[in-house]
């Protein structure tokens, strides 16, 4: 059974400081993997997916997230975090492009 | 290009009452999601549309809870009767076909008490 873990409910770092989340993911096929941004009181914004080829991926916002099929991990990170990045972070597996299986989710504090 | 619209923003009813909300996705969105988000968890699929067509409902208490697509466009998902554990943010979503990408509505969140 598919499913997803983001052992990390919460992180906080300093702005200017770099990030990384980690996720964890169970798929008995090629996963489709993303991550979700959400801000309180909005709906989910995608980063980035990834589905193939390069492994390394780059989002919005400067995100990038890597696909390592050994680790079954797909762990998202910035360079360096600024105060609008605080928000929650959802990581989801899916065996296309629809029906997603999501992560309990990471919630990123920034400190000034 | 406006984005899912969902109401209403939030809702307080009492237990045993029923409840209804509605979604109206991006225009030419084949796809329609209805997602429960309990606090602290990550979004769970209840169902899945394909135009008016439910892909997947397996997911969904059938017993309490229901859902439709008419005509393939604007969407309603109903709950009777609630139950305390219904309390959750109901987040619509959708997308069009041939896409990688869902769109989020900004969620209904339901408070039973």
């Known amino acids: 059974a598919q499913s997803v873990t983001q052992p990390d409910i919460h992180i906080t770092v300093s702005e200017g400081a770099s990030l990384e989340l980690r996720c964890n993911y169970s798929?008995?096929?090629?996963?489709?993997l993303f991550w979700y941004v959400q801000s309180p009181g909005q709906g989910l914004q995608l980063l980035l997916k990834?589905?193939?080829?390069?492994?390394l991926v780059q989002g919005i916002k400067g995100f990038e997230a890597e696909f390592k099929r050994s680790q079954s991990s797909f762990n998202l990170r910035k360079p360096s975090v600024h105060w609008s990045d605080a928000a929650e972070y959802f990581c989801?597996?899916?065996?296309?492009?629809?029906?997603?299986?999501f992560g309990s989710g990471t919630k990123l504090n920034v400190k000034p | 290009e406006a984005g899912v619209a969902q109401s209403p923003r939030y809702k307080i009813i009492e237990k045993r009452q029923s409840v209804a909300f509605w979604c109206n996705p991006i225009?030419?969105?084949?796809?329609l999601y209805w997602y429960q988000q309990i606090l602290g968890q990550g979004p769970k699929l209840l169902i899945q549309?394909?135009?008016?067509?439910?892909?997947?409902d397996s997911q969904l208490p059938k017993d309490r809870f229901s859902a439709e697509r008419l005509k393939g466009v604007d969407s309603t998902l109903k709950i009777q009767p609630a139950k305390l554990e219904d309390s959750a943010v109901y987040l619509c979503?959708?997308?069009?076909?041939?896409?990688?990408?869902?769109?989020f509505g900004q969620g209904t969140r339901l408070t039973v008490v």
């Open positions: 225009s030419g969105h084949a796809t």
């Open positions: 979503a959708s997308q069009p076909a041939g896409s990688t990408e869902a769109f």
């Open positions: 990834y589905f193939s080829g390069d492994t």
């Open positions: 989801a597996v899916g065996a296309n492009f629809n029906k997603f299986y």
């Open positions: 798929y008995g096929a090629t996963p489709y």
């Open positions: 549309f394909q135009n008016n067509g439910v892909v997947d």
